[in-house]
């Protein structure tokens, strides 16, 4: 599998700016938007909990670059155990390169190195690198001392979370990229009867949109209930 065929199976399409509701993450969505472009920081480092929305930001600075004229590479680091560590030869030929979850090549030498010469490479050539990660980079456990300096050196930001109203704001944008509308009191409703966290919120949300097209109704608070309590969305 060629590099580029891994970044074309990685990047999701709905994966863009524009669907991401910033809430109290609209400088770091500016910063990353702007690396993106080939403008502001050159070196940036994000980090928050499982559902914070990381891939998706790292897929939309993708998107970004692309459609900016740049080049773009993407690769998720919770696939290494199906990759080596030399997928990430000459990727500094990119413009752009977006390392997701790098707290996965914690505790492996040869990852730590393949990682750390590419930061170097990058910047040697000019480019532009983005890095996600559940944790501070002092946090990451990694061994390579000098990999943990680079990552620090760099912005660092954390991903808050989205407060009740965003929550509601987010589901909404999903459902109008889907075609559909969601009623404020039904967001509502979820909101009350789901895990909180967006990624849970989008998938019961995307399952329900697929009763309501069988059914021909429309996503009201009575039948989302019905659906609810019946168990009889689709299995994706």
């Known amino acids: 599998m060629t590099r580029q065929l891994v970044l074309e199976l990685k990047l999701r399409t709905s994966a863009r700016f524009a669907g991401y509701i910033a809430g109290p993450n609209a400088e770091l969505v500016r910063q990353l938007r702007d690396c993106a472009t080939g403008e502001g920081e ?20 993708c998107h970004a670059a692309t459609e900016h004229g740049r080049s773009a590479a993407y690769l998720s680091l919770n696939d290494i155990d199906a990759l080596p560590p030399g997928v990430l030869e000459s990727w500094e030929q990119f413009d752009l390169v977006c390392l997701d979850d790098i707290g996965q090549i914690a505790a492996r030498p040869a990852w730590e190195e393949a990682v750390f010469h590419l930061y170097n490479r990058v910047r040697e050539h000019g480019g532009r690198l983005v890095v996600s990660a559940s944790c501070a980079p002092a946090q990451l456990g990694i061994g390579l001392a000098d990999l943990v300096s680079r990552l620090g050196s760099g912005v660092v930001y954390p991903i808050h979370a989205l407060d009740d109203a ?18 404020d009191e039904t967001a509502a409703y979820l909101l009350r009867r789901l895990p909180r966290e967006l990624p849970a919120l989008f998938d019961t949300l995307d399952r329900l949109d697929e009763a309501s097209l069988a059914a021909q109704r429309k996503l009201t608070v009575p039948f989302v209930k019905s659906v609810l309590e019946s168990g009889v969305m689709m299995e994706h």
Request: hydrophobic share 35%; glycine share 14%.
């Open 42 to 61: 050159a070196f940036i480092f994000c980090w928050g909990v499982g559902g914070s929305g990381k891939t998706h930001l790292l897929q939309a600075c």
């Open 166 to 183: 965003q929550r509601c704001e987010a589901m909404q944008l999903r459902a109008r990229q889907k075609g559909c509308e969601l009623p």
